[in-house]
């Protein structure tokens, strides 16, 4: 049920660009981008609902396709800054109640 | 505002001790939870609240007991420690669009 995101880790050279995939088996109604750096708690990113627009914030943007059960995180000329853990997260209506839930997580490094 | 607040930071605990980690908000949200985290193991969801009175279990409830007696608080309880629940323990409220974190409770059970 976790839904799945690849790549598990990514190695970037400051300025170059990255994208982190991640795929649901379950219908996905909104995705959630979070950022953890060592040792913190989640950070939240952003949200993209179920046919709404592609999401920015700095040069990070996502991308959410409803049928392929599957969202983008795309970051642009990567900076130092940028280091950390890389979840999405999505909420379940489950049994009358609903339960929100994260992927496998990204170890993304940008090095100088 | 200090919005989710954890505690105790730290905790050491012998195999079959019990212990509550606590966790409160003053941000008015319903909707609660807790989450561990294991090396190379992302978030995992042990249980969680949709309001005061309403609590359900997540991927990994074993070993694990939650209430919810008002808006604010959702403590967490260990009922037998055992080594397998060493871990850093997420709690979160959230909106329903965003996830607010607590800093975690780092937790040793030897």
């Known amino acids: 049920q976790q839904p799945v995101q690849s790549p598990q880790a990514v190695i970037l050279r400051e300025g170059e660009d990255a994208v982190i995939n991640c795929s649901s088996s379950?219908?996905?109604?909104?995705v959630h981008w979070y950022r953890q750096k060592h040792g913190e708690a989640p950070v939240f990113l952003m949200i993209?609902?179920?046919?709404?627009e592609q999401k920015g914030h700095e040069k990070i943007s996502a991308s959410f396709n409803e049928k392929k059960q599957q969202s983008s995180l795309y970051l642009t000329a990567s900076q130092l800054s940028y280091s950390g853990t890389y979840f999405c997260?999505?909420?379940?209506?489950?049994?009358?109640?609903?339960?929100?839930?994260f992927g496998t997580g990204t170890r993304l490094k940008v090095l100088a | 505002n200090a919005g989710v607040t954890q505690t105790p930071k730290f905790q050491v605990l012998k195999t079959g001790q019990s212990m509550t980690l606590q966790c409160a908000q003053d941000?008015?949200?319903?909707?609660m939870s807790w989450y561990r985290q294991d090396p190379g193991m992302g978030l995992r969801l042990i249980h969680y609240?949709?309001?005061?009175?309403?609590?359900d279990q997540g991927e990994v409830p074993n070993g694990y007991n939650v209430s919810r007696s008002t808006t604010e608080d959702f403590p967490l309880r260990l009922l037998s420690a055992a080594p397998s629940q060493t871990s850093v323990y997420f709690c979160?409220?959230?909106?329903?669009?965003?996830?607010?974190f607590g800093p975690g409770t780092r937790l040793t059970v030897l």
């Open positions: 997260g999505t909420g379940f209506s489950t049994s009358g109640t609903y339960k929100y839930i």
């Open positions: 609240s949709v309001g005061a009175g309403i609590t």
């Open positions: 993209l609902l179920k046919g709404g």
């Open positions: 379950k219908a996905l109604y909104s």
């Open positions: 941000m008015n949200h319903e909707y």
């Open positions: 979160a409220t959230s909106d329903y669009n965003e996830q607010f």
